[in-house]
């Protein structure tokens, strides 16, 4: 096997992009220093896809920033030292959020591979450019929602049912859960294929550098490009407000395994659409007034989905494998989720979904210690805040049903005595506020459920 040196690239290259209408297929080029290109490609269903010329320049807009987010993939391979956009410069705006999602979504991989990323992060930046404000295209008033398969995306999909509100359920990848989820909610589904370039699995084996990358950065702005295509003129994540906040790590500080999936991104991408790509086309997260907790308070109402959903990041790949459970029992995920939801359903149903009682396995102390922040910091997953969990288990301790489980037991014997008990209620943590996006009938929909 041949050895890939990361320190021997000096240069990342935007090759080029293209989409064909006919056909919905997308072609996203990258190149090393004088290398072959690497090509990621998409198809978005639904062509052939007749544009005017208005729609047209909106598609082009919202195909270079996806070209250019999409490029992280890649570029974290080898970090090097030059970005160069073959197509031309950006404007400063364009620049300085590439730049912010590039540093923050990369704060995780950074940390691991022991790399300083702020400042090094330089895409190129032609300050006579000025950037042209969208007009709007005159969308069709419908939300693409973007469905994962857990319980936050079936939140935002049963609230937007019950405001009324059209919608089309979409996912990227051949997850046969999340098809699952989406079949199972009755609306529309539209499912984009995405195949990353060949070459980025043979570098990652040969040495490249690797880690997590801003996901939900990228599928924000695949989804964009297929809202124009289709009409919608929401796109709607399920984003709540514990995403904002990292794992603050001794002598580094913060670092947010879900920066992109937090408030900073939401803002500054949803601005940037609006102002960029087209004005009447709405980005948002409808849970973001909402902690972790709050969400699963509202999940717990619902019960249609209980034998469909799943959390369980390892269950979740790329290539669409079936697990043989939706639960694994031993990640961040569901030790998270478990006990997120333990306060509000009743214990038959919980041990029902997920098939053992979690918080009975003395082997998950260290695990759940993370998740309540106690002599360990937040595990790098999207899980809720350290004062979440440690709420929720509060809350068990009150419950005659879950008070005798070991993990129970051990937090009022050895946790409980060395917290704060006025910061451990649990109805603290289920008022809606803070910063958001959403329309005025959906924040008014949300603060009043």
Sequence with gaps: MSHFDPTSISRFRFVRRAFDAASGRVELAYAFDNGAEMVETLVIPGAPFALDAARQSAVDAALRLLHLIA??????????????VEDGALDAEAAALLTSIYENGLGEFAYN?????????RFPVDRNIDAVAAPALGLGQRALVAIGGGKDSLVS??????????QTVAWIGGSQLIAACAAKTGFPTLNIERKLAPRLFELNREGALNGHIPVTAIN????????????????????????????????TGEVNHQWSK????????????????????RYYSLLRPLSELAVAQRFARIDAYDGVFSSCNRNFHILGEKPSSRWCGHCPKCRFVFLALAPFMPKPRLLGIFGRNLLDEP????????LLEFRDH??????????????????????????????????????LPHLDAEALELAEQLTPRGDHRLPPALAARIAQA
Excluded at 221 to 238: E, M, P, R, Y
Excluded at 270 to 278: C, K, T
Excluded at 363 to 370: L, P, Y
């Design 220 to 251: 924000s702005a695949i989804l964009v490009l297929a809202a124009l295509l289709t009409g919608h003129d929401q796109v709607v994540f399920s984003n709540e407000r514990s995403a904002s906040y990292g794992s603050v790590i001794p002598g």
């Design 378 to 415: 937040k595990p790098f997953e999207c899980v809720g805040e350290g004062v979440e969990s440690r709420a929720a288990m509060n809350a068990l301790t009150r419950r005659a049903e879950w008070r005798e489980d070991a993990l129970v037991r051990r937090f009022v014997e050895e946790v």
């Design 113 to 121: 591979n022991g790399l300083a990323l702020r400042g090094k992060v």
């Design 71 to 84: 490029g992280v993939s890649y570029f974290k391979t080898a970090v090097p030292p030059e970005i160069v």
């Design 262 to 281: 937090g408030w900073d991104f939401e803002r500054a991408f949803g601005d940037f659409i609006g102002r960029h790509v087209a004005a009447d086309l």
């Design 157 to 166: 999909i049963e609230t937007l049912r019950d405001a009324g509100v059209a």
């Design 363 to 370: 082997s998950q102390i260290a695990g759940f210690d993370a």
